[in-house]
């Protein structure tokens, strides 16, 4: 069963960074794509990033083109987040999900959910 742990959530101001991290129990991390996504308060969860089981793909939601990137150390079994000029619609709860197949793929196959880690964005 495929645990995940994610980390480095905070409070910022606008226009500061954070680096989110999600942690993957297992042996078979290197194999399957890793998304986030995010829930604000009263709105339902969204697709943020994902990136496919190697790395070499990436793909973002319109909203964080340009400020956020996404990337991963398969020998760490580890993703990252990092997300650069933030803003105050970027406060939410960030969690890391597994895609069930080696490439980014739709939304719909993402599952494994992390607890979340709260990130918040003061103006």
């Known amino acids: 069963q495929v645990q995940l742990v994610e980390s480095g959530g905070g409070l910022v101001q606008a226009g500061g960074s954070l680096r989110l991290s999600c942690a993957a129990s297992g042996r078979t991390f290197g194999s399957y794509a890793m998304g986030w996504f995010r829930q604000a308060p009263g709105k339902e969860r969204v697709f943020v990033a994902a990136i496919s089981s190697s790395g070499g793909s990436t793909y973002y939601a319109n909203s964080v083109k340009g400020r956020f990137t996404i990337s991963r150390d398969n020998a760490q079994n580890t993703m990252f987040l990092q997300m650069n000029s933030l803003k105050p619609e970027d406060t939410a709860v960030y969690y890391c999900?597994?895609?069930?197949?080696?490439?980014?793929?739709?939304?719909?196959?993402?599952?494994?959910w992390g607890q979340g880690t709260q990130v918040t964005v003061s103006s």
């Open positions: 999900a597994r895609g069930s197949r080696p490439y980014i793929g739709s939304p719909t196959d993402y599952s494994y």
